[in-house]
């Protein structure tokens, strides 16, 4: 029994929701693949041929990541629990290059999952976020250009399995040291009671 699968279909219907816009020319537009560690979009997601900037469009297909593997990462990252089913949902549904969410005064870009190296950017974000991780807030997505990782806080779970989201503006963080939990809690920016919460309010562009 597949117990993802009420989540996977809520995330197949929000990601077509998503880049059902008259922006989606924009939203999925991306440099093509032109080597195998680039980020550029590879062949299979492809959607038509090369501008003559080496840009194509590129369209959702399935995903291929398995459970499995995203419980291999959370205890290759030592999470002190897993991450919430609508956010390995979103990497069980579809491939994809890109999702950008817009808010009233911000954004916040969730981990691309392509068809090559589908999970490597939220590694990078997990690597990157090792002291974050343990005082028990996990990143799971950047506030926009980078200005700092958006975390669950994991020592306040809610019945569904989700967490309160956060922000931590990078420039308060020190680079290389680990802060107390005690101090994270004065510094986190309270965005979201959940993230599904956080992906419905959101717009697309």
């Given at each position: 029994?597949?117990?993802?699968?009420?989540?996977?279909?809520?995330?197949?219907?929000?990601?077509?929701?998503?880049?059902?816009?008259?922006?989606?020319?924009?939203?999925?537009?991306?440099?093509?693949?032109?080597?195998?560690?680039?980020?550029?979009?590879?062949?299979?997601?492809?959607?038509?041929?090369?501008?003559?900037?080496?840009?194509?469009r590129w369209k959702m297909i399935p995903s291929t990541?398995?459970?499995?593997?995203?419980?291999?990462?959370?205890?290759?990252?030592?999470?002190?629990?897993?991450?919430?089913?609508?956010?390995?949902?979103?990497?069980?549904?579809?491939?994809?290059?890109?999702?950008?969410?817009?808010?009233?005064?911000?954004?916040?870009?969730?981990?691309?999952?392509?068809?090559?190296?589908?999970?490597?950017?939220?590694?990078?974000?997990?690597?990157?976020?090792?002291?974050?991780?343990?005082?028990?807030?996990?990143?799971?997505?950047?506030?926009?250009?980078?200005?700092?990782?958006?975390?669950?806080?994991?020592?306040?779970?809610?019945?569904?399995?989700?967490?309160?989201?956060?922000?931590?503006?990078?420039?308060?963080?020190?680079?290389?040291?680990?802060?107390?939990?005690?101090?994270?809690?004065?510094?986190?920016?309270?965005?979201?009671?959940?993230?599904?919460?956080?992906?419905?309010?959101?717009?697309?562009?």
């Amino acid at each position: 029994m597949n117990e993802l699968k009420p989540y996977q279909d809520w995330m197949e219907k929000w990601l077509d929701n998503h880049f059902d816009t008259p922006h989606r020319e924009f939203l999925m537009s991306h440099p093509a693949k032109t080597d195998e560690d680039d980020f550029g979009v590879p062949v299979d997601m492809q959607d038509g041929e090369e501008d003559e900037e080496g840009w194509v469009r590129w369209k959702m297909i399935p995903s291929t990541v398995t459970v499995a593997q995203i419980r291999e990462l959370e205890r290759a990252h030592g999470l002190p629990v897993t991450v919430p089913p609508l956010y390995a949902a979103y990497f069980t549904t579809r491939f994809v290059m890109s999702v950008t969410l817009r808010y009233n005064h911000f954004g916040i870009e969730l981990p691309g999952v392509p068809s090559a190296h589908p999970l490597r950017d939220v590694h990078a974000l997990w690597e990157n976020g090792k002291s974050l991780i343990r005082e028990s807030y996990i990143p799971f997505a950047t506030y926009e250009d980078g200005a700092g990782p958006i975390c669950w806080d994991m020592l306040q779970p809610r019945e569904d399995g989700d967490y309160p989201v956060v922000w931590f503006d990078h420039e308060a963080l020190t680079e290389g040291e680990r802060i107390r939990r005690s101090v994270l809690e004065t510094l986190a920016q309270p965005l979201f009671p959940g993230f599904q919460e956080m992906l419905s309010s959101a717009g697309s562009a």
